[in-house]
């Protein structure tokens, strides 16, 4: 601690969280997505964040085809490795102002008392971005030498998949004993559940409305198929003691054609299953194609879309331990250990057999509504400190 304290500089993390802050990353309401081969993802990692990594001095990068950043701090020895992300992409906070993108100022109005910056993505991945680089400043300005592998990487993810994970981990054939994914989170997470996208299309044939018998309304087929997919969703049993429930919710209804007095002949459907440890894509897509076997007149297809993997880490991993012992070094109170209810990127590294945890710095208030994920969005710079602090002390002392 008295390494970090004294080669912490505050005006280095200040001045990168802001400069991050007006660089837009978000998916634009009206999308459920943002590709990491968009114009601003590449313009975000090429013209902000790798000038940056070449400033501290900590290259040399790899950049992939989905540009994502991969950079090795340390010795290059095998182990002990830490495989560390950090994230671009804003998904929510969509109703911050525009012109408070980047503002550093107190955020009394918007229900917490402290000194914050304001900006799509700041309570998400850029509050752990700017933590981390500036926690690799404190190492390389201190002369920290690590016997172990950090393992550094800028990850673009936003389609509600493993994609960019999986691209890290097996195309830059990383291989680490700990993970930690630098999103904001209110506990420093050692499990949450997977999802996967069900996607169920119903097709029938396409009528004038004045002449229905003439067509099969796929807004009846979709209807019939909601009354099925509930059934599977009451029969759903499974509990796990920290991360609660199998789910499964329809969350997107779209039908077509869109014409004037048309029936549409297509309904397409999307459903959220969520997955807990031990239970299989392929098994919850089977079970709702079963239920829809038969929906004549109807025809139908199930198929999975985009999913994470569930994750699970027990509480006496090293990489949980480390991070608690940082934690109470830094704030003086304990880690607050636990699980969330969302689905990120924890899963597919646990897959790979790196234990990993999710924990970044966020708020505890967003906006006038909240918790809500649409609502102005900030991060207070006493959690961005902390951060940086606990990523430093947790570098020192898991790889030497």
């Known amino acids: 601690m008295a390494v970090i304290d004294r080669h912490y500089d505050e005006g280095y993390v200040r001045e990168l969280l802001v400069r991050l802050a007006r660089v837009p990353t978000d998916v634009p309401l009206g999308a459920f997505e943002i590709d990491p081969t968009d114009p601003k993802i590449r313009h975000f990692v090429h013209d902000v964040v790798v000038p940056e990594i070449d400033r501290i001095g900590l290259g040399p990068v790899e950049i992939d085809e989905l540009n994502n950043v991969v950079f090795r701090v340390g010795s290059g020895a095998a182990s002990p490795a830490l495989l560390f992300m950090a994230y671009t992409v804003a998904q929510h906070g969509n109703d911050t102002a525009p012109e408070l993108e980047g503002r550093l100022m107190n955020a009394r109005a918007f229900g917490l008392d402290e000194e914050s910056v304001f900006g799509k993505g700041t309570s998400q991945g850029k509050g752990g971005l700017a933590a981390a680089l500036g926690a690799l400043k404190i190492l ?185 012992a940082a934690h109470q070094a830094v704030t003086g109170r304990p880690a607050p250990v636990g699980t969330v209810q969302f689905s990120f990127d924890a899963g597919y590294a646990c897959s790979q057999g790196i234990q990993t945890v999710m924990f970044g710095p966020t708020s505890a208030a967003r906006g006038v509504m909240g918790t809500e994920t649409i609502s102005t969005e900030f991060v207070p710079i006493s959690v961005v400190r902390e951060f940086t602090k606990i990523y430093a002390h947790t570098f020192m002392t898991l790889l030497g």
């Open 140 to 324: 390389r300005d201190a002369g920290v030498k690590l016997r172990g592998t950090l393992v550094f990487a800028v990850n673009n993810e936003a389609q509600s998949s493993n994609r960019c994970s999986r691209r890290i981990i097996d195309g830059h054939r990383i291989r680490a004993e700990h993970g930690i994914v630098a999103i904001g989170t209110p506990t420093l997470s050692v499990g949450n559940r997977g999802r996967v996208d069900i996607v169920v299309t119903i097709r029938g044939q396409v009528a004038h409305s004045s002449q229905p018998a003439r067509g099969r309304n796929a807004i009846w087929g979709a209807r019939a198929a909601l009354e099925r997919i509930e059934r599977v969703h009451r029969r759903l049993g499974r509990v796990h003691p920290r991360l609660g429930r199998e789910q499964l919710e329809p969350y997107r209804l779209v039908f077509d054609p869109i014409a004037p007095h048309t029936l549409p002949d297509r309904a397409t459907l999307t459903l959220d299953r969520r997955l807990l440890p031990g239970s299989s894509v392929e098994e919850a897509v089977d079970e709702v194609k079963r239920e829809l076997a038969d929906l004549a007149p109807f025809e139908v297809e199930v198929a999975a879309s985009v999913f994470q993997l569930p994750a699970e880490v027990p509480d006496t991993a090293p990489i949980v331990t480390g991070l608690s």
